[in-house]
């Protein structure tokens, strides 16, 4: 299908979104010896591939490599569509995918019980939702047994690689607080000896969507089968992500509902996914469901200990401890019970969000800062105004 630039036009600069996307990534294959694609199935990296191979092949840096990583329980059009990416691949000789079904420690949160769980787990083969695709890695000399994803990502990276992933600040604050900290290459994160791009971070979800459609890319077919549910047209709903994490598991009912076979087997999976599919949208996994007789200092406190696993418990008590420390560097005001303070953000109404969930990513701190914003907007001072009233003496 030939290509209509017009459709991707912006009021906000005169070049488009594709074609600032695209000179972002030549300008990265021209930056680092290596650039490799965070292959996920969904939306945005597609977009993310797709471009990439169209700036290696003008470059002749042909075939980009894709990582991919199966978490066993994903959707099976997110299966059927990878393999069709692998197998397109083959073909071309564009992308050389590389698929790992690795017993990786990822999050579980529908159960504080068991806090983690191990897709692919060699312990417990007949618990697995499905059998791993044929040629799949499923093992590596360098994984060690606590590993997640972002620790193994490091891992299988080349000198002077680029990562590239389907980052989108539209999609959250947090994104985009990531996207815009720095003025220049603001879609280049340096971590030391490896580094992280994000070179479509300022499309929104109609951007992605009209590449698919305006270009004839193929795309997964899960999101065919979420727009049949309320989601429809809800582009910002519908995500092809693992089903449980903190945020994840209020979708999980996407899943009893347009994939029964699946989830069946889910539920037997994993510690606490039943339970999750019926109460993780009601105050049960909320914080907020705070007893009456309970300060919610008290109620910090019997959140924490609600956590039986002790690592659990000790990495809260950990980063409980931490944001009071960032508070207490910023004002000599005790913390209140509710009301978050207007330089720290902080209270214990806060730190019971964090007791709740855990914070095992450790994402808790930015959006205590955001407290601190809001808590300054309804009193109608400025940062430095709050300095002066509430900051250290």
């Avoid at 990439?52 to 990583?69: Q, T, W, Y």
């Avoid at 990531?178 to 971590?191: E, G, L, S």
């Avoid at 509902?257 to 039943?274: A, Q, S, T, Y």
């Amino acid at each position: 299908m030939a290509r209509d630039k017009k459709a991707y036009e912006t009021a906000y600069t005169l070049r488009n979104v594709r074609d600032a996307g695209k000179e972002r990534f030549l300008k990265l294959f021209r930056m680092f010896d290596h650039v490799s694609v965070s292959f996920s199935g969904g939306k945005d990296s597609t977009a993310c591939l797709t471009l990439c191979v169209e700036a290696a092949r003008e470059l002749g840096k042909l075939p980009v490599r894709a990582c991919f990583f199966d978490e066993e329980c994903i959707h099976p059009p997110t299966v059927e569509y990878v393999e069709r990416v692998r197998q397109r691949g083959i073909d071309t000789g564009e992308v050389a995918l590389e698929w790992y079904c690795l017993p990786l420690k990822l999050r579980n949160a529908c159960s504080n019980e068991s806090p983690w769980w191990r897709p692919w787990d060699p312990a417990c083969p007949e618990l697995w939702v499905r059998q791993p695709p044929k040629g799949a890695i499923m093992e590596h000399p360098a994984r060690e047994p606590d590993m997640g994803i972002p620790e193994f990502d490091h891992c299988i990276m080349r000198k002077n690689e680029c990562l590239i992933l389907g980052l989108r600040t539209q999609e959250s604050l947090r994104r985009y607080q990531v996207c815009t900290a720095k003025k220049n290459d603001n879609y280049i994160a340096y971590h030391g000896g490896y580094s992280k791009a994000y070179p479509i971070y300022d499309w929104s979800s109609v951007d992605v969507w009209k590449l698919v459609q305006i270009e004839g890319i193929d795309y997964n077919r899960t999101y065919d089968e979420l727009n049949r549910t309320c989601l429809f047209n809800n582009f910002l709903g519908q995500r092809v992500c693992p089903p449980f994490g903190d945020e994840p598991l209020r979708g999980l009912w996407k899943y009893a509902e347009c994939w029964p076979d699946l989830w069946h087997k889910m539920v037997k999976r994993v510690p606490g996914v039943n339970t999750a599919w019926r109460y993780a949208n009601t105050e049960l996994y909320s914080n907020t469901a705070k007893p009456e007789n309970l300060t919610w200092y008290e109620y910090v406190e019997l959140l924490v200990a609600n956590h039986t696993e002790q690592e659990v418990r000790e990495h809260i008590q950990r980063r409980i401890k931490e944001l009071i420390g960032r508070h207490e560097a910023k004002t000599d005001d005790p913390l209140d019970d509710e009301i978050h303070h207007p330089l720290s953000g902080c209270s214990w109404k806060f730190l019971a969000a964090v007791a709740a969930k855990g914070d095992l990513k450790n994402r808790e701190q930015q959006k205590m800062l955001n407290c601190a914003n809001q808590t300054l907007r309804k009193l109608g001072i400025t940062l430095d105004e709050a300095r002066k009233r509430y900051g250290k003496k």
